[in-house]
């Protein structure tokens, strides 16, 4: 009796804890919704309260990890599962009207979605057009081209969203899924509200996405046999407070989408088998709509085809990758269909895909995804490192130079020409070459520094596939769920790893499937991947260098120094466990 007692004590004791952990969690959410007011559009940088921002995420990364720790401690009641619920939905009803803290990509999102309800494709125009229509007489426009000039000017939250767009000389590069839900808000959102509110009311449809995955992940938990106290790991992680229900990030429905269909899978190979056609058909088509949301889920394509295969047979995986690439070919097609605008002229423009620096013509749709793939990085360690060894610094200026570069510039000028070369024979196999595609001796230092990046990207592409492939391979012979979750898991933790743009928000993808890993370290990403934050307090506060005794100025001490801090301890931490599992077993 003794013992049932100071057992029940000791549980009474860890769940009041829990309830103040949440308490204080809230208190600090509170917080950043009063501090978020001096985020608001027309401060600046340097007045912008990041530091203070930083330190209160802290405190709830603490409280978050003390929560987690304490929560698969607990028995797994339902008290306990309405306790993890209750608290995540009030962390988010709590940030929900806050103003994005250092983010404006929602304003995009909100201009896409008035556009796609008025009938108009967001491929079609850029917000950079419609805010320069004054240099042309609109009788010279097309009639869809006219009806954005009126949707803007008959609304002032969209004409202050539309001010508010960022890289606006560029057409919409998120994908046709997404763009769906944003008219969705659209349309439920009356045209003479405040920009607040029209915020808000995107936001709050993001969040419902966010809220939903929640449930698929304790129904993920439930099927592996696993604690459902672990779906804490997701639904009070402060970084999906920061970046979804403050900062409105998109990345919300892909995730949702992305994790159904994991769980479609597992039930697939688990439990359906005499249904499992149907399963696979029902998976492939959800893993489609989470593709067709954002396009990251695609390296997720080799899980799901091993386990189809594996598990249930080659009739299954054949239905399986025929529905996923049927659905996602008719998702996408809006966004690489040739679009041409109907005032430019194409014999006129230079075909965007070869501008390295000017994006003004927008023949292509797809033009913001090609940018996106072609020319960004950003918050990066593993492709950085790789990417500045293998381009030519000859040119770089002292106080830009990486100081972890060791490859010669003779041996990078031959590695990289040698690519150009060889793309460029395996080009002409299947394309003619126009005059005016041909690179001139001008260009020809810009166009190597183009093809470093190219060549890493695809050095880091060809490492990621034999992953993908390796851990799905090896995940499907088993007929364990955890291990299935497992490896997609780390599918997306690597992709996102050696990736050129480290976005806080895109670690948000592998949160879902953090009660699967195997290795503690993974939990310490999202907390370390909020430095990113500290980008915009550098660059405002040191615009000119030294920094800190280096000869860096702001931008470049975050980009050579803070994401080494950000990353590197991760890895090291990552391997020692790694090696510790290897040497205990």
């Not at 978050?64 to 962390?91: D, N, Q």
């Not at 907390?527 to 470049?556: K, M, N, Q, V």
């Amino acid at each position: 009796m003794a013992d049932e007692s100071e057992v029940s004590t000791e549980t009474c004791n860890s769940a009041r804890s829990l309830f103040v952990l949440g308490l204080i969690s809230a208190c600090g959410y509170a917080a950043l919704l009063w501090l978020s007011r001096q985020f608001a559009s027309g401060i600046s940088d340097i007045e912008k309260p990041t530091v203070w921002m930083l330190s209160i995420f802290a405190l709830e990364f603490f409280c978050y990890g003390a929560a987690l720790w304490l929560a698969v401690r607990l028995k797994p009641t339902k008290k306990l599962l309405c306790g993890i619920v209750g608290g995540a939905c009030l962390f988010r009803a709590i940030l929900l009207p806050s103003v994005p803290m250092h983010e404006i990509d929602i304003y995009r999102y909100i201009w896409d979605g008035a556009v796609l309800a008025e009938g108009i494709s967001p491929y079609r125009y850029s917000p950079e057009q419609v805010r320069e229509v004054i240099q042309e007489p609109l009788e010279s426009q097309s009639e869809d081209f006219r009806k954005l000039v009126a949707l803007q000017a008959r609304s002032e939250s969209l004409t202050a969203s539309l001010q508010k767009i960022h890289y606006g000389n560029l057409s919409s590069p998120y994908p046709p899924v997404s763009q769906a839900v944003f008219a969705g808000a659209a349309l439920v959102t009356p045209a003479g509200v405040t920009p607040h509110v029209r915020m808000v009311a995107m936001k709050l449809l993001l969040v419902l996405f966010d809220l939903a995955t929640l449930l698929v992940v304790i129904g993920l938990l439930r099927e592996a046999n696993l604690h459902v106290g672990l779906s804490i790991a997701y639904g009070w992680c402060p970084l999906m407070m920061k970046e979804i229900a403050n900062g409105g990030h998109l990345d919300s429905i892909a995730i949702f989408f992305t994790t159904l269909a994991i769980w479609f899978l597992v039930r697939c190979g688990c439990h359906l088998k005499g249904k499992s056609i149907g399963m696979a058909t029902l998976s492939g088509g959800v893993l489609a709509l989470a593709i067709g949301a954002k396009i990251y889920p695609v390296v997720l394509i080799p899980l799901f085809v091993a386990v189809w295969w594996r598990r249930c047979g080659m009739a299954t995986a054949m239905t399986g990758i025929s529905a996923t690439t049927l659905l996602t070919a008719i998702l996408l097609a809006p966004m690489f269909a040739p679009t041409v605008l109907d005032h430019t002229s194409i014999a006129e423009a230079e075909p965007l895909i070869n501008q390295q620096d000017n994006f003004e013509t927008n023949e292509e749709p797809s033009a913001g995804l090609l940018v996106f793939f072609k020319k960004w990085e950003m918050n990066d360690l593993l492709f950085m490192v790789l990417l500045e060894n293998l381009r030519p610094q000859a040119d770089v200026a002292p106080e830009a130079k990486p100081w972890f570069v060791v490859v010669p510039d003779a041996w990078s000028n031959v590695v990289v020409s040698n690519f150009v070369s060889l793309a460029s024979k395996m080009k002409s196999l299947f394309v003619t070459e126009l005059p005016s595609q041909r690179a001139s001796p001008k260009n020809a230092a810009q166009d190597l520094k183009g093809a470093s990046f190219l060549l890493a990207r695809v050095i880091t592409v060809g490492f990621l596939g034999l992953v993908a492939c390796w851990l799905a391979w090896r995940a499907a012979a088993g007929h364990d769920p955890q291990a299935w979750c497992r490896a997609a898991m780390l599918t997306l933790a690597w992709f996102w790893l050696i990736s050129p743009t480290q976005n806080p928000w895109y670690w948000c993808w592998v949160l879902p499937l953090l009660p699967f890993a195997r290795y503690r370290t993974w939990y310490l990403m999202a907390g370390c991947s909020l430095l990113y934050y500290l980008r915009f307090w550098l660059i405002a506060h040191y615009p000119d260098p030294p920094l800190l005794g280096t000869r860096y100025d702001g931008e470049y001490f975050f980009y050579f120094v803070v994401a080494w801090i950000e990353f590197a301890p991760c890895l090291l931490f990552l391997s020692l466990e790694w090696l510790w599992a290897r040497f205990s077993r």
